[in-house]
């Protein structure tokens, strides 16, 4: 059969760089960019789907004859609580949606992305198992556990093959990170090459797991990969990519801009980053599914100022911005 991929969520942070990688690997024509708003110069198929409209998702599904779904949205751990009532109804009305049709549908193969958001105080801070005790404090990370144990009811009840991965914060430089407590970490990038003070949320020994966006992608796409009989864990997988402060972060950068300037103004945020892991423990997912990350903090250091420079049309010799 052949595969037809919708992704619910494709104008957000992983979302656009997963549909490019996605469309790569199936073929322009098999995969559906869908979100809330129209993407501006699109190159493929883009539908407007508002997630909690289930009847939406259903039409699109068989316009395209659709085999696997992607849902990645949801509202982040620092907007979520904003307006913690409407976050929970937002992320679990979505999931439904996305689950119900699936059923419904026979889709093959679901992804729902769960998040180390999950994890609160009842979870070792340092190597945090896989199976480690949930109790997460923010109304995010509660509907991030709520969906994980919605995952493998559908997976133990109906056969649904859904697979999902905790991410940890995600840094890229091809798109931006939108109310999640880990943004910093993006942000921060933006600034050094702007040669800009950057001004930090969170306190300068916040260690928090964080992961490159090509090796989030290519975990992605290898856990959507791989034998069905492989896939021990129906909730959702820990992955790790690396761990670091923005303490750490700014020493490596001042190492290619030794004036960069950052100044700590803790907020909400340290509360909710003083309550997720330091570090993850991701042995399950290298036994089931091979996984391995290849992106330390000098190599996503050195990339991203690369690239951002490129985007940013600074020319290398004079750290001129040319154009924005
Ligand atoms: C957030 O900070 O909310 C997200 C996450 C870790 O899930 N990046």
Known sequence: ??????????????????????????????????????RKSFDGIFEVID?????????????????????LA????????????QTWDINMKTLFNVLEVSRLSNIERVFFPSSIAVFGEGAPLSQTPNDAYLDPATVYGISKAAGENWAQYYFLKYGLDIRS???????GYQ???GGGTTDYAVDIYHKAVLEQQFDCFLKEDATLPMIFMEDAIRATIEL?????????????????GISFSPAEVVEEIRKLYPNFVVKYTPDFRQDI???????????????????????DL???TATMIQKLKQQYKIDSKSHNTLLL
């Open 74 to 85: 949801a509202i982040l751990s620092a907007k979520g609580e904003e307006n913690p009532l």
């Open 51 to 71: 997630a909690t409209d289930k009847v939406r998702i259903q039409n699109v599904v068989t316009k395209y004859n659709v085999t696997q779904i992607y849902h």
């Open 165 to 171: 991965i905790r991410y940890p914060g995600v840094i």
């Open 1 to 38: 059969m052949k595969t037809v991929v919708l992704i619910i969520g494709a104008n957000g942070q992983l979302g656009s760089v997963l549909t490019e990688s996605l469309q790569h690997k199936h073929g322009k024509d098999n995969v559906i960019a869908s979100d809330l708003h129209q």
């Open 224 to 240: 959507m990969e791989a034998p069905k009989e492989n896939i021990t864990v129906r909730t959702s997988y820990n992955i790790a």
């Open 273 to 295: 980053a003083s309550r997720w892991p330091k570090s993850i423990d991701d042995t399950t997912a290298k036994k089931d599914w091979g996984w391995k990350p290849e992106f």
């Open 175 to 177: 798109s931006l990170p």
């Open 298 to 300: 000098e190599s996503i």
